[in-house]
């Protein structure tokens, strides 16, 4: 198959530093692979020469494509691992990257479970969490605005590393920063820290749905991942949130987010008016998270979210998974609660508390198969999709 120029540059590095699941020797690179402009969603099996995949080793270059494509266009490059040192002490674990003669370093807090037999399964929560957490997980908070501001640009940990001109988006920086605490975690071991780092998740709400979403698309390591309420730049597709804003609904596209918060590279300024050029959408950033667990929570009430183009994204990223084989590890529950955004209802709580039974509590007979939604909305999936699940092998 056949890959953009910019995986030809750097696809053994994201491969050996980028957490992320082997790539097969086989995947062969074409520097020079380009796919068509598209108005729906891009086929996630097609490749460049046109052919779709057949196979799973096809789906894992596809993936390390697909990586690469949206760092490239979007979110600008996930450094590779630094040197990475680490302290725990009095429930805060210290986190000391150093690359080129700098170091930079942040800290997290830990929550135990009152009680259970450690070590805990646990869930790393972007400056806290707003869903509900069962018992027998632990919290680790995550301070990704120390890691990387969104508001100037630059600015933050991430940047006192590796220079404040750095191409990389405060997103991308965040995927980086928990990274950095999954290798702390997994560095000072379960004695230290009473955590198990088979069995982590991530969390966030609203800019920071998104950079759990993206978090999760870029550390394997990630067992469960839990977007809550991200909107368009998290589980929302570009093309369809456009659409529905030219039809007069009032909702965040590419071309506002881009003139805002810095949470995408400067480069994706010259995509966002036309974001048919992109040889991807955001159901194959969620795809990059199967075979693991992913349940997309949305607010339906909130036109600003895109609940269309969240629902329909996810729908579309759910047939990679089915043709996967594991259709029931993308969950999708949309509900309205009004503008009482990052407010989870409890009509969401059974799917939460599924997916966490199922992938970090090993309760592997809980039924996720869960695609709900009180959207006010009609979604045709024709006019969106013009490909089918394949079945890999």
Same mark, same amino acid.
């Given at each position: 198959m056949?890959f953009l120029?910019?995986?030809?540059?750097?696809?053994?590095?994201?491969v050996?530093?980028q957490?992320?699941?082997p790539?097969?020797?086989?995947c062969?690179v074409d520097?020079?692979?380009?796919?068509?402009?598209?108005a729906?969603?891009?086929?996630?099996f097609?490749?460049a020469d046109g052919?779709?995949?057949a196979?799973?080793?096809?789906?894992?270059?596809?993936?390390?494509?697909i990586?690469a494509?949206?760092?490239?266009?979007?979110?600008g490059?996930?450094?590779?691992?630094?040197?990475?040192?680490?302290?725990?002490?009095?429930?805060?674990?210290?986190?000391?990257?150093?690359?080129?003669?700098?170091?930079?370093? +942040?800290?997290?807090?830990i929550?135990?479970?009152?009680?259970?037999t450690a070590? +805990?399964?646990?869930?790393?929560?972007?400056e806290?969490?707003?869903?509900?957490?069962?018992a027998g997980?632990?919290?680790?908070? +995550?301070p990704?605005?120390?890691?990387a501001?969104?508001?100037?640009?630059g600015k933050?940990k991430?940047?006192d590393?590796?220079?404040s001109?750095h191409s990389a988006?405060?997103?991308?920086a965040?995927?980086?920063?928990?990274?950095?605490?999954?290798?702390?975690?997994?560095?000072?071991?379960?004695d230290?820290t009473?955590?198990?780092?088979?069995?982590l998740a991530?969390?966030?709400?609203?800019?920071n749905?998104?950079?759990?979403?993206i978090?999760g698309?870029f550390?394997?390591r990630i067992a469960l991942?839990?977007?809550?309420?991200?909107?368009?730049?998290?589980?929302g597709?570009?093309?369809i949130?456009a659409?529905?804003?030219?039809?007069?609904?009032?909702t965040?596209?590419?071309?506002?987010i881009?003139?805002g918060d810095s949470?995408?590279?400067?480069?994706f300024?010259q995509?966002?008016p036309?974001t048919t050029v992109?040889?991807?959408?955001?159901h194959?950033?969620?795809?990059?998270?199967?075979?693991?667990?992913?349940?997309?929570?949305?607010n339906s009430?909130?036109d600003?979210l895109?609940p269309?183009?969240?629902y329909?994204?996810?729908?579309?990223?759910r047939m990679?998974?089915e043709?996967?084989?594991?259709?029931?590890?993308?969950?999708?529950?949309?509900?309205?609660?009004g503008?009482?955004?990052?407010?989870?209802?409890?009509?969401?709580?059974a799917e939460?508390?599924a997916?966490?039974?199922k992938?970090?509590?090993?309760q592997s007979?809980?039924?996720?198969d869960v695609?709900?939604?009180?959207?006010?909305f009609?979604w045709?999936?024709?006019?969106?999709?013009?490909w089918?699940?394949?079945?890999?092998?």
């Amino acid at each position: 198959m056949k890959f953009l120029s910019f995986i030809a540059l750097a696809v053994a590095s994201f491969v050996a530093a980028q957490e992320v699941s082997p790539t097969p020797t086989t995947c062969a690179v074409d520097a020079h692979a380009t796919y068509p402009k598209s108005a729906k969603l891009p086929d996630p099996f097609l490749l460049a020469d046109g052919k779709r995949l057949a196979t799973k080793d096809e789906w894992a270059c596809k993936r390390a494509e697909i990586r690469a494509q949206i760092q490239q266009y979007e979110l600008g490059p996930k450094p590779p691992k630094p040197t990475v040192s680490a302290t725990a002490s009095s429930g805060r674990i210290t986190i000391v990257s150093s690359e080129g003669g700098k170091s930079a370093s +942040f800290s997290v807090s830990i929550k135990l479970p009152s009680s259970g037999t450690a070590p +805990f399964p646990a869930v790393i929560a972007f400056e806290g969490t707003s869903i509900p957490i069962p018992a027998g997980v632990a919290t680790v908070t +995550f301070p990704n605005h120390d890691v990387a501001a969104d508001d100037p640009r630059g600015k933050g940990k991430f940047y006192d590393l590796y220079g404040s001109t750095h191409s990389a988006g405060a997103l991308i920086a965040w995927a980086w920063g928990v990274s950095r605490v999954v290798d702390a975690l997994e560095q000072l071991g379960p004695d230290a820290t009473k955590i198990d780092t088979k069995k982590l998740a991530v969390t966030g709400c609203s800019r920071n749905g998104k950079g759990a979403l993206i978090a999760g698309a870029f550390d394997d390591r990630i067992a469960l991942v839990i977007p809550q309420e991200g909107g368009s730049g998290g589980p929302g597709c570009w093309r369809i949130v456009a659409d529905i804003k030219k039809n007069g609904t009032k909702t965040e596209d590419a071309t506002q987010i881009v003139s805002g918060d810095s949470w995408f590279a400067t480069s994706f300024t010259q995509y966002a008016p036309d974001t048919t050029v992109l040889p991807y959408d955001h159901h194959m950033l969620m795809a990059l998270v199967a075979p693991r667990g992913l349940l997309v929570i949305e607010n339906s009430g909130i036109d600003y979210l895109g609940p269309i183009s969240t629902y329909g994204c996810s729908v579309a990223a759910r047939m990679v998974y089915e043709s996967l084989g594991v259709k029931e590890a993308l969950g999708i529950s949309q509900a309205s609660h009004g503008n009482s955004h990052c407010q989870m209802p409890s009509s969401q709580n059974a799917e939460v508390a599924a997916f966490f039974n199922k992938f970090l509590l090993g309760q592997s007979n809980v039924a996720t198969d869960v695609v709900k939604t009180d959207g006010k909305f009609n979604w045709f999936a024709g006019q969106w999709i013009d490909w089918t699940t394949q079945n890999l092998s």
